[in-house]
């Protein structure tokens, strides 16, 4: 089961290895042996002047259609009831919809570590590893019914791989929305550390089993977010962002440019863009090309808007942000405030200033500072976010509000994160000494439980949220 919480905090994982090639530290890091070989000189051999590389990309030549279509009224949202599948520290597989008074054990101890649920709620998509290594991913529908196998070790090891690979397993796995197809890519793995994907992006149709290659992005290193009407999906990859149909056609090859950013290590850097609402624009935070060793205006982070046809884009701001090795953005869902931290004295202090504002960088304002555990979380809202104050095993949890002072939750502590399901409730899971809970949080009211484990374990809560 330790691989399972390998897979659990990989993003953080991340984080350490290229921050102790520096000999940084980064809020919520534990000691770890720095495994990543720094390869900045060949990092910075590939770089290219970020000035002149991070660039939004518009497209030429564009015509319009002569022929010009009705307008039609999209199909009413469907808002299904909030549904929430979760793996335990001991690999069972629960789910629990809102107004249960305790969830549903689907499947008991069986080294599930990761789930994720569809959209409506009725299907469940897990991953198992068993002594380290990737044994199924694998689907059942949230009443406990028809579980079917969609991958196993030996069609995973089947994929197309480089010949020196020792294995390989699903990294980033997500619901097309609106679907009950499931789209993921790979990792490939050495003798040795690094992080290599293969460049095909594939869906298994969750029904059938069906398995495809929708297209292949080209790079051994990139990430997928899917538009919100699933018609559209960004990848990115280690110099810029590009933007498919659900098809796999090409509808903008370089929404955004930027340049190779020295990780230190082996571990490339790609962004992840928050969508707008409509599926029509992007954001992007985008680092320093040298978040380690830059100096002064070379040490800003940049945050970009553009269009998803790659037809328009724009700087937002540039100022001092802390570094991002997974490239989220920190943006709240409907693009117009951004969360972020600055560092404050020593990089041996581990002290930071939580900043909130707006996504030009006006209005700014600091909400806390110290030491953070987990990334703050925007409520859908976006009057609302949820973070936390200091290290395991005295971390605080706070609710922030836009022009207010936050206010601290009294009745647990130890957050390692938090995902937010209406405007005012929240979960959260907590690690008190090895003791994990899952609890739904509600604003200015107690906390409930969701889930206690009793016991104390390694491993810990994963959840997914049809939200």
């Known amino acids: 089961m330790k691989r399972r919480t390998l897979a659990i905090v990989s993003g953080l994982m991340l984080i350490l290895m290229a921050t102790i090639a520096c000999n ?3 809020p919520g890091a534990n000691a770890i042996d720095n495994a990543a070989t720094s390869v900045a000189a060949t990092v910075n051999a590939l770089a290219g002047t ?3 590389a991070l660039t939004a990309m518009p497209h030429t030549g564009v015509t319009e259609s002569a022929t010009e279509e009705l307008p039609t009224m999209p199909p009413p949202e469907v808002e299904y009831p909030i549904t929430v599948s979760f793996a335990t520290p001991d690999g069972s597989l629960y789910v629990w919809e809102d107004g249960m008074g305790a969830p549903q054990l689907l499947i ?5 570590c990761c789930t994720y649920i569809s959209e409506d709620g009725s299907l469940i998509a897990f991953t198992r590893f068993v002594d380290n290594y990737f044994s199924s991913f694998e689907v059942i529908n949230s009443d406990g019914t028809n579980r079917r196998m969609l991958l196993d070790a030996t ?4 994929l197309p791989k480089p010949d020196d690979a020792i294995g390989t397993e699903p990294d980033q796995i997500g619901w097309v929305p609106g679907t009950h197809t499931l789209s993921f890519n790979v990792r490939h793995y050495f003798e040795g550390p690094g992080l290599f994907m293969n460049e095909n992006f594939y869906l298994i149709d969750a029904e059938t089993g069906t398995m495809e290659t929708l297209l292949s992005t080209g790079n051994t290193t990139w990430q997928f ?3 919100p009407d699933g018609s559209k999906v960004a990848i990115s990859n280690p110099n810029g962002i590009a933007v498919y149909d659900s098809s796999g056609a090409t509808i903008a090859p370089n929404i955004l440019t930027y340049p190779f950013i020295n990780t230190a290590s082996e571990y490339a850097w790609t962004a992840y863009p928050t969508w707008s609402h409509d599926s029509a624009t992007l954001i992007a935070r985008v680092p320093p090309q040298d978040p380690f060793f830059g100096t ?10 553009v269009s998803a046809d790659g037809l328009s884009g724009e700087q937002l701001f540039a100022g001092q942000m802390v570094y991002r090795i997974r490239g989220d953005t920190g943006v709240s869902p ?3 405030k951004m969360l972020y931290l600055i560092q404050t004295g020593t990089p041996a202090d581990n002290t930071y200033n939580l900043i909130v504002s707006n996504v030009d960088g006006s209005g700014s304002s600091i909400v806390a500072t110290g030491q953070f555990q987990s990334d703050p979380v925007w409520s859908p ?3 609302h976010f949820f973070y936390s104050v200091g290290w395991l095993p005295d971390s605080v949890p706070y609710i922030g509000q836009v022009g207010a002072a936050p206010t601290p939750v009294l009745d647990f502590t130890n957050s390692v994160g938090g995902k937010w399901i209406d405007d005012n409730r929240y979960l959260t899971v907590t690690n008190d000494g090895g003791r994990w809970r899952l609890l739904l949080g509600t604003v200015g009211s107690p906390t409930g439980v969701i889930y206690d484990s009793v016991g104390t374990s390694t491993n810990q809560i994963t959840l997914d949220v049809n939200r």
């Open 24 to 26: 940084l530290r980064i």
């Open 50 to 52: 970020a000035a002149e």
């Open 108 to 112: 008991p101890t069986d080294n599930i």
């Open 155 to 158: 069609g995973a090891a089947a």
């Open 225 to 227: 977010v899917w538009s």
């Open 296 to 305: 002064g205006a070379d040490l800003n982070s940049s945050m970009w808007r």
């Open 334 to 336: 409907d693009l117009s």
């Open 381 to 383: 809202d976006n009057s």
